[in-house]
C-alpha cells in the first residue's frame, strides 16, 4: 500500500494540509496532488449515478474554462465506478478538467468523504480552506477561489 495513503494523525478536513494521492486519469496516466503545489485546487468527489453531481458538472466546467488559466486546477475524483461508465458521462458531458479514478475508493476514504458531491479547495501551499457538501453553483465556486487569495 502506498505510503501516502496511511491515514493521516489528523484528518484531512479545513485548515490542515491535503494528503497526497496517486490515481490515474481516464487515459491511464498518474496524477499526483503534491505535483500540484503552488496553485489552487479543487478536488470534486462525484459519482454517475448521483443527480446532484450531475447538475453541479456544468458549472464546475465554467469555472475551469474561466480561471484554468490563472492557476486553478479541478480535479474530477469519480467514486468507485467503471472507467468506461466514467469516460461515456465525461464525453457526453463535455467536460475538460482531469478525471480521476478511485475505484477502489482508497482516496476518497482517506478524505473522510461522507456523501457525494463533496468538493475541497486547496490553497496554494497544499492546505485545505474550505469544503463544500452538497451540489456547486456559480456563486459558490468564485466565493471560494476569492478565499484562496486570502489565505
Given at each position: 500500500?502506498?505510503?501516502?495513503?496511511?491515514?493521516?494523525s489528523?484528518?484531512?478536513?479545513?485548515g490542515?494540509?491535503?494528503?497526497?494521492f496517486?490515481?490515474?486519469?481516464?487515459?491511464?496516466?498518474?496524477?499526483n496532488?503534491?505535483d500540484?503545489?503552488?496553485?489552487?485546487?479543487?478536488?470534486?468527489f462525484?459519482?454517475?449515478?448521483?443527480?446532484?453531481?450531475?447538475?453541479?458538472?456544468?458549472?464546475?466546467?465554467?469555472?475551469?474554462?474561466?480561471?484554468?488559466?490563472?492557476?486553478?486546477?479541478?480535479?474530477?475524483i469519480?467514486?468507485?465506478?467503471?472507467?468506461?461508465?466514467?469516460?461515456?458521462?465525461?464525453?457526453g458531458?463535455?467536460?475538460?478538467?482531469?478525471?480521476?479514478?478511485?475505484?477502489?475508493?482508497?482516496?476518497?476514504?482517506a478524505?473522510?468523504?461522507?456523501?457525494?458531491?463533496?468538493?475541497?479547495?486547496?490553497?496554494?501551499?497544499?492546505?485545505?480552506?474550505?469544503?463544500?457538501?452538497g451540489?456547486?453553483?456559480?456563486?459558490?465556486?468564485?466565493?471560494?477561489?476569492?478565499?484562496?487569495?486570502?489565505?
Open positions: 500500500e502506498a505510503a501516502a495513503l496511511t491515514a493521516p489528523v484528518a484531512p478536513h479545513k490542515h494540509t491535503a494528503p497526497d496517486p490515481l490515474q486519469n481516464l487515459d491511464g496516466q498518474p496524477v496532488l503534491d500540484l503545489g503552488g496553485q489552487v485546487v479543487m478536488l470534486n462525484w459519482a454517475v449515478w448521483c443527480g446532484f453531481c450531475r447538475i453541479e458538472m456544468p458549472e464546475i466546467e465554467a469555472a475551469y474554462t474561466t480561471y484554468h488559466k490563472q492557476g486553478f486546477v479541478v480535479l474530477g469519480n467514486v468507485g465506478e467503471r472507467h468506461d461508465v466514467v469516460r461515456e458521462f465525461v464525453e458531458m463535455g467536460l475538460s478538467f482531469p478525471i480521476l479514478l478511485d475505484g477502489d475508493t482508497e482516496v476518497t476514504s478524505y473522510e468523504i461522507r456523501g457525494l458531491p463533496t468538493s475541497l479547495f486547496i490553497n496554494q501551499d497544499g492546505v485545505i480552506y474550505a469544503v463544500h457538501v451540489p456547486l453553483d456559480k456563486a459558490s465556486i468564485e466565493r471560494y477561489l476569492a478565499q484562496a487569495g486570502a489565505q
